[in-house]
């Protein structure tokens, strides 16, 4: 099983950035997905959830309205679409398959004043 995220780096607040998770080595088209964040010193919290069907997705509070989970089932792949960032957006992301405890390396997501 691989999960691997990319598409993290340094923005500007008020920037965007879209996280890719690409996975293989289980069914990626069965299985809820989600995006998770840790920053320095805080707990790991989930930031968007998408259910299997793609038809049902939840968002943290501090990042809806700003924040977009979708689904590729036929390339196995999960995005994050982060606009409007905010200092506080500053973490390492991580997709997972939560059910299956499956998670990604994480990729870095850094925004500048």
């Known amino acids: 099983v691989q999960l691997v995220e990319s598409g993290g780096g340094l923005v500007q607040a008020g920037g965007s950035l879209r996280l890719s998770c690409a996975t293989s080595g289980f069914v990626f088209s069965l299985n809820a997905m989600a995006w998770y964040r840790q920053a320095p010193g805080k707990m790991r919290e989930q930031v968007a959830a998408?259910?299997?069907?793609?038809?049902?997705?939840a968002y943290a509070d501090s990042v809806k309205g700003r924040f977009t989970i979708s689904r590729d089932d036929g390339k196995s792949t999960l995005y994050l679409q982060m606009n409007n960032l905010k200092l506080e957006d500053t973490a390492m992301y991580y997709c997972a398959a939560p059910l299956m405890d499956y998670w990604g390396q994480g990729t870095q997501v850094t925004v500048s004043s």
């Open positions: 998408i259910r299997s069907s793609g038809k049902g997705t």
